[in-house]
C-alpha cells in the first residue's frame, strides 16, 4: 500500500517530499481506527474515513485517497466503500479528484454522483 502511495505522490504536484515511514505509520493507526477504512485489491487502495461534521447531525465518509491501476477493479472498490460508509451510518459520501476534473466527473456521474464544492488551496 506504500508504494501505491508512493506512485499517487510521484503523479502530483505536491509540494511536500514524500515520507514512507509517515505514510506507513499512518496507515498502521488508520488499520485499527473503525472509523478508518483501508482497501487494497490488485495494485488498487482506497483509504477513507467517517466523520460528523461540525454542525451537522449526518455523518460523512470521505476518500483521501483512491488510486487504481487496474480500471476494472475501481467500481467494486467504490461499491466496497459505499457499503462500508452504510455500515457506519453515513448519509454522504464524499470523492476528491486533484487532477483531470473532466473527465473524473464524467466517470464520477456514472456512478450516481455529482459535484458538490470545489477547492482552492495556498501554500503557506
Same mark, same amino acid.
Request: hydrophobic share 45%.
Given at each position: 500500500?506504500?508504494?501505491?502511495? /508512493? %506512485?499517487?505522490?510521484?503523479?502530483?504536484?505536491?509540494?511536500?517530499?514524500? +515520507?514512507?515511514?509517515?505514510?506507513?505509520? *499512518?496507515?498502521?493507526?488508520?488499520? *485499527? *481506527?473503525?472509523?478508518?477504512?483501508?482497501?487494497?485489491? *490488485?495494485?488498487?487502495?482506497?483509504?477513507?474515513?467517517?466523520?460528523?461534521?461540525?454542525?451537522?447531525? +449526518?455523518?460523512?465518509?470521505?476518500?483521501?485517497?483512491?488510486?487504481?491501476? %487496474?480500471?476494472?477493479?475501481?467500481? /467494486?472498490?467504490?461499491?466496497?466503500?459505499?457499503?462500508?460508509? %452504510?455500515?457506519?451510518?453515513?448519509? /454522504?459520501?464524499?470523492?476528491?479528484?486533484?487532477?483531470?476534473?473532466?473527465?473524473?466527473?464524467?466517470?464520477?456521474? %456514472?456512478?450516481?454522483?455529482?459535484?458538490?464544492?470545489?477547492?482552492?488551496?495556498?501554500?503557506?
Amino acid at each position: 500500500m506504500v508504494a501505491l502511495f /508512493q %506512485r499517487h505522490h510521484e503523479e502530483r504536484a505536491f509540494t511536500f517530499a514524500f +515520507n514512507a515511514a509517515l505514510i506507513s505509520m *499512518d496507515l498502521a493507526a488508520a488499520i *485499527d *481506527d473503525p472509523n478508518w477504512l483501508c482497501l487494497t485489491a *490488485d495494485r488498487c487502495a482506497l483509504v477513507a474515513f467517517s466523520y460528523r461534521p461540525m454542525f451537522s447531525p +449526518n455523518k460523512v465518509a470521505t476518500e483521501l485517497m483512491l488510486r487504481c491501476e %487496474r480500471p476494472r477493479i475501481r467500481p /467494486q472498490m467504490i461499491a466496497h466503500f459505499e457499503n462500508w460508509a %452504510r455500515t457506519r451510518h453515513c448519509k /454522504q459520501i464524499a470523492l476528491a479528484s486533484t487532477h483531470a476534473y473532466e473527465a473524473f466527473k464524467r466517470l464520477y456521474k %456514472r456512478d450516481g454522483y455529482a459535484p458538490a464544492e470545489m477547492t482552492f488551496a495556498k501554500e503557506l
